[in-house]
């Protein structure tokens, strides 16, 4: 009975997971390769099958070129650097420091945020006219008058991507933070005796050891931004003349706008055979090659060696206060323009701060709106939705990271390919869906799609952090008496706590920030 039990018990732990992302990620899907190859309506309706017909009109477009062009700048731009200095600043949070744990709430800010929000503030910032960024400027005496940020559309490119950096960021610095907290300080101590440099501790013990985590957050970046809508339709809504357009706001055009939803599908297809493509430079990892890593000469914890330094700690503080400062200006700004009247916010003569703060705003839109009821229906969707996602979630990440079994290969790529389509075409399959089981204007509902579009990140996130702890301790634990359930609750679980965290926390800001299915 056991060994039959055995046989069957890596399927049982990821069968919540397969349910939830089947339904409500895989059937939209399948719906969207079958309006993909098919004759469909304005209104939506199939009506017949039209083989390759949609790609070859979409692809014979001479805007097509120029929004793939655009889309794989946007994604190479924003996924490359805010890679690189997530991690860099991963590694500045990690270290000892008076004001850490205001610095990391501080970095995290621009994530916790809608992006329909930090869209429309940078967009604020840099307007010619009104924007407090020249206002700024001035009142320091760097400029003399207004500057036109955005002369072009290739200048209005550059922002949009420098937005998605700014909001790309936290989320790289925190997976990375939370492999960087599981590592055993014994290791570090162990390469300290054996004379280990620091950059032989970064690049033969701290990289490799947290690349999972950096594995994660490159996969599911490629992704995200790639099917990124916000932030492009926030700014410039594609305009001037498709210019700044990426596959994703151009389906939606073609979907919404010019009902050619077919066409729209078939941009959906192609950008996924897109994204298959660029995730495999960055596909996978090898947990032996894991275990070769954590040799005889770990290094010693760079948080005691840097607060022994006085050059190097002044220089961590400025580089993480100019950090906070930076990131802290759009909020600044958003707070200063609440408190400020219509006339004061449009006038020529613009001002840092208010004039007379006018905290009648703030009443004013409590009054207006039913707010109570909104907040509640957030906290609800979101908590609900990161406690549904967590819970199929762990399940399955465990099950990846413990066990071995057929089909785990086909797994891992089923997490993935549920996150390459972009939400915005899947909105019918979705809602067919929604029909069928009687979830239609209801919380649960939404509940559901979030969590389900929020399973990879955690299953993912949750996966690399048990894969960079030692399973000996879940084996000792084994070997006097507990199983599988009693090793997970007690012994992974309080170790992978920073990864847990990590997760919960970056789930429910997705769920709260999420506008599609709102």
């Not at 207006?368 to 990161?386: D, E, K, Q, W």
Request: hydrophobic share 55%; with cysteine; aromatic share 12%.
């Amino acid at each position: 009975m056991k060994k039959k039990f055995k046989k069957v018990e890596p399927y049982v732990w990821i069968l919540p997971s397969v349910l939830l992302m089947a339904i409500f990620i895989l059937v939209p899907i399948i719906f969207v390769f079958r309006m993909a190859l098919s004759d469909v309506s304005k209104a939506g309706l199939i009506k017949g099958f039209a083989g390759l017909k949609n790609f070859r009109k979409v692809t014979s477009s001479p805007v097509f070129a120029m929004v793939l062009k655009n889309t794989l700048v946007w994604t190479v731009a924003v996924v490359g650097i805010s890679t690189l200095l997530g991690f860099i600043l991963a590694i500045l949070l990690n270290n000892e420091f008076k004001g850490r744990k205001l610095a990391r709430a501080v970095v995290v800010f621009p994530w916790a945020t809608t992006l329909i929000v930090q869209a429309s503030i940078w967009k604020f910032i840099i307007d010619t006219d009104y924007g407090t960024l020249n206002t700024l400027l001035m009142k320091l005496g760097i400029i003399d008058h207004a500057v036109n940020w955005t002369p072009t559309a290739g200048a209005y490119f550059a922002w949009e991507i420098a937005c998605g950096i700014f909001v790309t960021i936290p989320f790289v610095t925190f997976t990375v933070l939370s492999g960087l907290q599981s590592i055993d300080a014994s290791y570090y101590e162990a390469a300290a005796v054996d004379g280990a440099s620091y950059w032989q501790k970064m690049f033969q013990i701290t990289i490799p050891l947290v690349r999972p985590n950096l594995t994660i957050s490159t996969i599911l970046n490629i992704i995200y931004v790639f099917n990124s809508f916000p932030i492009i339709w926030t700014i410039t809504k594609g305009d001037p003349a498709n210019r700044t357009d990426t596959l994703v706001t151009y389906l939606y055009k073609l979907a919404f706008y010019n009902g050619k939803q077919g066409q729209a599908a078939a941009v959906s297809v192609i950008g996924f055979l897109i994204l298959l493509f660029l995730r495999q430079p960055v596909h996978g990892f090898r947990t032996e090659e894991r275990r070769r890593i954590i040799w005889q000469t770990p290094m010693l914890q760079l948080r005691k060696k840097i607060t022994r330094n006085t050059v190097l700690r002044v220089l961590l503080y400025v580089v993480i206060i100019a950090i906070c400062l930076i990131t802290l200006y759009p909020y600044f700004v958003t707070v200063c323009t609440a408190l400020k009247s219509r006339a004061e916010i449009f006038s020529m003569n613009g001002t840092i701060f208010p004039v007379e703060a006018i905290w009648s705003n703030f009443t004013d839109v409590w009054k207006l709106a039913p707010m109570s009821n909104y907040m509640m229906n957030s906290i609800v969707i979101a908590g609900g939705s990161t406690l549904l996602a967590m819970v199929c979630g762990i399940p399955a990440a465990y099950a990846l990271s413990r066990m071995k079994f057929k089909g785990q290969t086909a797994f891992l790529g089923f997490v993935i390919v549920s996150q390459m389509f972009a939400p915005v075409v899947l909105l019918i399959g979705i809602y067919k869906v929604m029909m069928a089981f009687h979830l239609t204007n209801s919380i649960i509902g939404l509940i559901f799609i979030n969590a389900a579009f929020n399973q990879a990140f955690a299953i993912w996130l949750l996966r690399g952090t048990f894969l960079s702890i030692s399973p000996e301790m879940e084996q000792a634990a084994t070997i006097d008496g507990c199983n599988r359930v009693h090793a997970l609750l007690r012994i992974l679980l309080p170790v992978a706590a920073p990864g847990i965290v990590t997760a919960l926390i970056f789930v429910f800001i997705n769920a709260w920030n999420d506008i599609q299915w709102h």
